[in-house]
Structures are given as structure tokens and as C-alpha cells.
């Protein structure tokens, strides 16, 4: 089974819907993030998570909120959904220590179109 | 904040090494990270260097240069499936107090037969 897992793989929605999407991991990290990736661009951090009570806004938060509603759960929420949201999304976990160990793994990612 | 650049596409041929370079700008810096990411895919971690110098696995090989901001990933005996987009990342702050991961924008590599 995979450490990180994401769901929708795939989703269309329309303007102005809200939409959630999920990413869960077995691997016992307590850090987890949310980022998209545009055709051509890096990954952009749209917010992190350190733990369970810990939520923090990334480089492009604007338009999107989450949920970290354990250790192994966090969601991302577009609330309004708009069609410069079409992406490719992906979850990552980390571990909290030092040395590297903060390598961050990725989940399988969702495609998002919004028409 | 952080700036990382490095080349958009690069092509090389089947059996042949290859150096993809990386130059970053990131204060506190905590680390730089490679990352290979087949096209659709999630990025798979390939190395992290936080010291100076040479750290090898397998075909793979990457250089940190602290002081000059620069990095490379060398990839040797290249094999078709090594043809994928390979992202630099670095570990600084970037906003706020805690450190982030910054990735460039990705060089995309396309080995020949």
C-alpha cells in the first residue's frame, strides 16, 4: 500500500463550486503540506501543517483552506473554485527531526480542471 | 525569500553522463534536495546534501557548494527511463519563522537513444 495517499486521483468541477480534496499517510510523519504545480512551473506551497494543532499559510494560501483532522489527515478546500485553480495538487508528508530527515515524500497528486 | 534557478530542458544521449546545475539564493540555509519527477507523477527524493562536497548513490551523484550558492546532480550511464523532469529544492526560510521547502522551476531531461 502507498505511504501517501490522495483522493480524487481526477476531478472536474465548475466555477464557483467547493470542493475538498484529501490526502491521508501511514508513514507517522507530523508534517504535511499542500502544493500545485502548473505546466512548466516548480511546486508552490499553498500550506503546511507541523502538527495537529499547527496550520500555516504558504506562498500562495489566497482562495484555499485546510484541515488537519489528525495526524495521518489533511484536507485542502476550495471554497469557490475558479478555473486559474486547474492544477496538479499534491500532498507531502515529513518527519520533524534533523538531518535530512525532513525529506519530504509526495502523494500519487489529483488533477483538478475547473471549467 | 528564496530564488533557485536552473536550465528549463537539457538532452543527452543513451549511456552518456549528464550534469544538471542548480544555483539558489535562501537564508537559513538547512539543506538542498533533488528530486526526480516522471511526467504525471509525484517527485521521488533522489539525495540531500547539507555539507560541502560529493554524495554518491548508485548512477547519481550530487554537489553542494555552500558558498557559492550551487549545486549539481550528475547522472551517469544514462538509461532511457532516466528521462523525466529532475527539481533542485532548498531548505530555507522563505516566509515566516519556519523553514520551508523551495523547488526551482525543474530541468527537463530527454535521453536519446
Known sequence: DADVTQTPRNRITKTGKRIMLECSQTKGHDRMYWYRQDPGLGLQLIYYSFDVKDINKGEISDGYSVSRQAQAKFSLSLESAIPNQTALYFCATSDSGGGGSETQYFGPGTRLLVL | ?113
Open chain 2, 1 to 113: 525569500g528564496q530564488n533557485i534557478d536552473q536550465p528549463t530542458e537539457m538532452t543527452a544521449t543513451e549511456g552518456a553522463i549528464v550534469q544538471i546545475n542548480c544555483t539558489y539564493q535562501t537564508s537559513g540555509f538547512n539543506g538542498l534536495f533533488w528530486y526526480q519527477q516522471h511526467a504525471g507523477e509525484a517527485p521521488t527524493f533522489l539525495s540531500y546534501n547539507v555539507l560541502d562536497g560529493l554524495e554518491e548513490k548508485g548512477r547519481f551523484s550530487s554537489f553542494l557548494s555552500r558558498s557559492k550558492g550551487y549545486s549539481y546532480l550528475l547522472l551517469k550511464e544514462l538509461q532511457m527511463k532516466d528521462s523525466a523532469s529532475y527539481l533542485c529544492a532548498v531548505s530555507g526560510f522563505s516566509s515566516g519563522s519556519a523553514r520551508q521547502l523551495t523547488f526551482g522551476s525543474g530541468t527537463q531531461l530527454t535521453v536519446l537513444p
